[in-house]
């Protein structure tokens, strides 16, 4: 159970006293009209008097599993690999920052192979293909790629940027048509990379945001969605990349539609890993209904709908991801308020039903489909100085990939709301509206991690009551790390739980981690 306590200040209470005229249009302010609205304003504040406090409670149960978290991570961009210089980058965001997954572009485009160049039967010549995939673009990609698995992770390839104009359309170039075409270019590359270069994978996600199309990906309507898909399974099956499954989708923004028109091939259930989501804002609601306000009151966003068709769904084991996460700014002027956003978004999604997050992006870089320099990164890069620095972004994230881990459950968090009797306003005296978190426990019940938001502005203490842990998690100590415009995933004195419980300071808005995970 957690309680926050709040105490309204002099200012709280200066705001609540004075009158507003607007209230009573016409009426001329009397001795009698300012008595009324001093004793409405005496019953507004009663619930928060001095002395007495607010109590937002909330019961972790690890004894009430949800759904399993596969880790977190970042984009990367191989081309910055620059002779090894990516490396210290790479060790950052891995031992640090504890990025378990990471998608690759190899190139930031789909057009490395011409389709000139392919024999009568579709396919190219083994020298052809040797003389791309030995070339400096794909050796930077293969290093980069060496590296990862070096250090135990497994990343997937993700294929990205415009098309030859052979693969589409006579009428638009840019809207795929040629599908076997584009499945014979990716799985070369696919091939390539397992025979020759001996790299660790079995994942791919084929297409990149294709609901939108150029520069993303290429174009790919409704009806070109199963089709593709389709090219790309036989293909992978024809080179014994049986093993390989796809991460569906990665669109743009959340359509039913499309993802119907996947649903309904459940032959494919068991070569599809995770549905791929993109999400740079609160959704596609409406205003009134996003972010915190909306999770408060328990509605879902178009991506949380798209979440519980496929758990109602023949493919109700794939995952569902959100393979690209963050915030478009890039004047590098709200630096905290870019960490605070983006970590709402991963933790609604997460609230939602989503297994992970992967920021774009990993940092700041050359992006080939845009050819543009983007400053979206985690990290600041030196180029010049082949240095990468952690921005306050960086910091946010590090809240929630180093201390959530792999394998993780969330469990449920589930408010106690002590509503006043005959309080029309008793929901939006609630201070949970303020407040977003997300509770995990390991997988045997040892550990535990909370990771939240809090928009309070008065300083607050969290007393948590924690359910169904291990009595070895009850008897480890716990820290607290917060992110801040002025604390930088800081960690605070660690803390005992007594009785099944905790007491945790918090200082102002902050990002908080609570957590035994060390």
């Not at 250090?151 to 294929?159: L, N, T």
């Not at 990379?193 to 297409?207: G, K, W, Y």
Request: proline share 6%.
């Amino acid at each position: 159970m957690i309680e926050i306590a709040t105490t309204p200040t002099v200012r709280d209470l200066r705001r609540r006293w004075k009158p507003r005229k607007e209230r009573l249009p016409g009426l001329r302010w009397s001795l009698f009209a300012a008595a009324s609205l001093a004793i409405a304003n005496i019953a507004a504040i009663a619930a928060v008097a001095p002395g007495e406090t607010t109590a937002l409670q909330l019961v972790i149960d690890a004894g009430k599993p949800l759904q399993t978290i596969d880790g977190f991570g970042v984009n990367v961009n191989p081309a910055q690999w620059r002779g090894g210089n990516l490396k210290p980058a790479l060790d950052l965001l891995v031992d640090d920052l504890g990025c378990t997954l990471f998608r690759v572009d190899p190139v930031g485009v789909a057009d490395w192979l011409d389709p000139a160049r392919r024999n009568a039967d579709g396919t190219y010549t083994p020298e052809y293909l040797k003389s791309v995939y030995t070339s400096a673009m794909f050796r930077d990609c293969w290093e980069t790629y060496r590296v990862l698995n070096a250090k135990h992770v497994e990343p997937f390839f993700s294929i990205s940027g415009r098309i030859p104009a052979r693969l589409g359309r006579t009428d638009n170039p840019r809207r795929l048509a040629d599908f076997d075409g584009y499945a014979e270019m990716v799985v070369t590359l696919l091939k390539w990379a397992r025979q020759e270069e001996h790299l660790q994978f079995s994942l791919l996600s084929p297409f990149n945001e294709t609901d939108i199309g150029y520069p993303e990906g290429p174009k790919l309507e409704a009806e070109d969605v199963a089709p593709a898909v389709k090219a790309v399974l036989k293909k992978l099956d024809k080179a014994g990349l049986t093993d390989v499954r796809l991460i569906l989708l990665d669109d743009g923004f959340p359509h039913q539609e499309r993802l119907d028109l996947v649903l309904n091939q459940p032959q494919w259930r068991d070569r599809t890993a995770a549905f791929g989501f993109h999400r740079y804002n609160s959704g596609r609601e409406n205003q009134q209904n996003s972010g915190f306000r909306a999770a408060w009151r328990g509605q879902k966003s178009d991506f949380g709908q798209l979440a519980m068709r496929i758990h109602d769904s023949p493919f109700a084991g794939s995952r569902v991801w959100m393979t690209e996460y963050g915030d478009l700014d890039q004047t590098g002027l709200v630096e905290s308020e870019v960490g605070w956003r983006s970590t709402e978004r991963i933790l609604l999604a997460i609230n939602e039903g989503f297994s992970t997050g992967l920021v774009w992006d990993a940092f700041d870089n050359f992006h080939k489909h845009d050819n543009a320099w983007s400053t979206y990164g985690l990290l600041a890069s030196d180029t010049r100085n082949s240095t990468y620095t952690p921005k306050p972004r960086y910091f946010a994230a590090k809240q929630l990939f180093r201390f959530v881990r792999p394998g993780f459950v969330r469990v449920a968090a589930e408010p106690v709301r002590k509503e006043a009797k005959d309080d029309p306003y008793a929901r939006w005296r609630d201070p949970f509206m303020h407040v977003l978190l997300c509770a995990f426990v390991s997988p045997d019940r040892k550990d535990f991690t909370i990771v939240g938001l809090s928009r309070i502005e008065p300083s607050i203490t969290l007393t948590v009551s924690l359910q169904g842990l291990r009595p070895e998690a009850l008897q480890k100590e716990v820290a607290c790390y917060r992110t801040n415009p002025d604390e930088l995933c800081k960690q605070g004195a660690r803390i005992r739980i007594q009785d099944r419980e905790l007491t945790v300071p918090l200082n102002g808005p902050t990002v908080f981690t609570i957590t035994t995970v060390k």
